[in-house]
Nanobody
Framework: QVQLAESGGGSVQAGGSLRLSCTASAYTYRPFCLGWFRQVPGKEREGVAT???????NYADSVKDRFTISKDNPRINLHLQMNSLKPEDTATYYC????????????????????WGQGTQVTVSS
């Protein structure tokens, strides 16, 4: 059974940094699409960054040049380095993985992902 587990959330002041990590258990699909999403109460979940098996990356415009997504192979560990954090980055962050082998472009769309972690809270104070 595939399970995703995030870690690394917390509270930080604006301008600070956090590093999120996600470990995928029993995930053997290749090729794959992995991603980070975030959600604040009352709003839809939004895509933050994605990375595929070949290392192709997409970022939301709001986090470009501040966030960096990376992965470790062969064990699937996904990371999100977040620098220059802003109060508007406050959200619950979720890691996600495609269900089944994924040979399509890896986009910032929830529909591309079938496995989700429980989420980790990131709070940025001004």
């Amino acid at each position: 059974q595939v399970q995703l587990a995030e870690s690394g959330g917390g509270s930080v002041q604006a301008g600070g940094s956090l590093r999120l990590s996600c470990t995928a258990s029993a995930y053997t699909y290749r090729p794959f699409c992995l991603g980070w999403f975030r959600q604040v109460p009352g709003k839809e979940r939004e895509g933050v960054a994605t990375i595929d098996s070949d290392g192709r990356i997409n970022y939301a415009d709001s986090v470009k040049d501040r966030f960096t997504i990376s992965k470790d192979n062969p064990r699937i560990n996904l990371h999100l380095q977040m620098n220059s954090l802003k109060p508007e980055d406050t959200a619950t962050y979720y890691c996600a993985a495609s269900r089944g082998a994924w040979s399509f472009p890896c986009e910032l769309r929830e529909a591309h992902f079938g496995y989700w972690g429980q989420g980790t809270q990131v709070t940025v104070s001004s």
